[in-house]
């Protein structure tokens, strides 16, 4: 490295650097300065797109809702941008980090944006079309509205690019393997990172599982921080139940719908929006109003919740035999952080194996960090929330200094 490009290195690192977190039907944003460890200076999030959206942000100390004219994840990003104009803080942003759901087999690690790389995203839309999409569209935004500043792509596969082999094979011929790369990629892989760290600094487990439960859900067996095991596969749609995805379902259903007329297209918006805890419950997507639901005595919604929990029951046990045991345990996710009888339901009766929730610590906890174990039990039981943001911009960081640039 010359030593007018480590200069230029030093100057982008004393600035700060935006994030950018697409969600499948929100948009989280942090601005950070980076320090030894990222400090933000703002954050916020933009839900509900459309005539009820909102923005909540914090800002200079300042914490205020206003509601937004946005429809999409890109008029989203707009008024993001102008808020921070408004602040004075967009000007001396030294690089832009965007969560990429979907990097397929090329992209294994965070990569400086450039048209050939967005070119090559662009054929991942497909495999991951509530997310890639977004996230591609505000990383273009960005780039019209913010020019030469650089861009990032800190991708939720990355985490889980070295699954071991047999467990990122499908049992499926070799040449579609060859052909269509077609694998396991695992996702939520920057939550599953974050999870995974800040349970192993808690706990100082070695054998780690991690729940990130929300809209979408996954869950990740962990060791020495290295990923050994997860839910979600070739596309988010594989694994636990979620709000309005199925998870595990056997191929020969989409057989049988395609040989009734079905097209690909009705059952990738079925599949994608109209299955989940809204499929069985015919009710809801949101657990907090199935709960409420299920209170009242509506059938649906106690089959979509006690489903949703014996999946993720299910998935718990398989992880602690593929660690030969498990040291903690650690939820995440706006289910996962805000459902306290959610993860009881989970847990429950496992006390054969190391894990007794405290019933009075479970209850008081909800969105912040703690132990809900009993401090007797062999096995950590934790909730931490999630900061992707924090994580993006620690991984953009890392990045930036070592000139990461993949060439397709």
Partial sequence: MSARTGEANAMASSRPVLVFNCGSSSLKFGLFELPEEPVAMAHGTVSDFGTQATL????????????LAARDHVQAAQAVLGLLARHDLLAGISA?????????????APVRVTDAVLGRLDSLNGLAPLHNPSALAVIRECRGRLGEVPAVAVFDTAFFHALPEHVMAYALPAEWRREFGIRRYGFHGIAHRYLDQRGRAVSG??????????????????????????????????????ATRPGDVDPGVLLHLAGQGWSTA?????????????GLSGASADMRELLALEAQGHAGAGLAITAFCHRARKYLGAYIAVLGGVEAIVFGGGIGEHAPSIRQRICANMAWCGIQIDAAANAAVGGVEARIS???????????????????????RACLAAQTEIQP
């Fill in 56 to 67: 909540d942000w914090t800002c200079r100390g300042q914490q205020r809702r206003e509601p």
């Fill in 96 to 108: 832009v980090g965007h969560r990429v759901v979907h990097g397929g087999e090329h992209f294994s």
């Fill in 205 to 242: 487990a070695g054998r780690v599982v991690t729940l990130q439960l929300g809209h979408g859900c996954s869950i990740a067996a962990i060791q020495d921080g290295r990923p050994v095991e997860t839910s979600m596969g070739f596309t988010p749609l594989e694994g636990l139940v979620m």
């Fill in 266 to 278: 009705q059952m990738q918006t079925a599949l994608n929006h109209h299955s989940g805890l809204l």
């Fill in 374 to 396: 009993t401090t007797d039990a062999g096995v950590g039981v934790w909730v931490v929330p999630v900061n992707e943001e924090l994580q993006i911009a620690r991984e953009l």
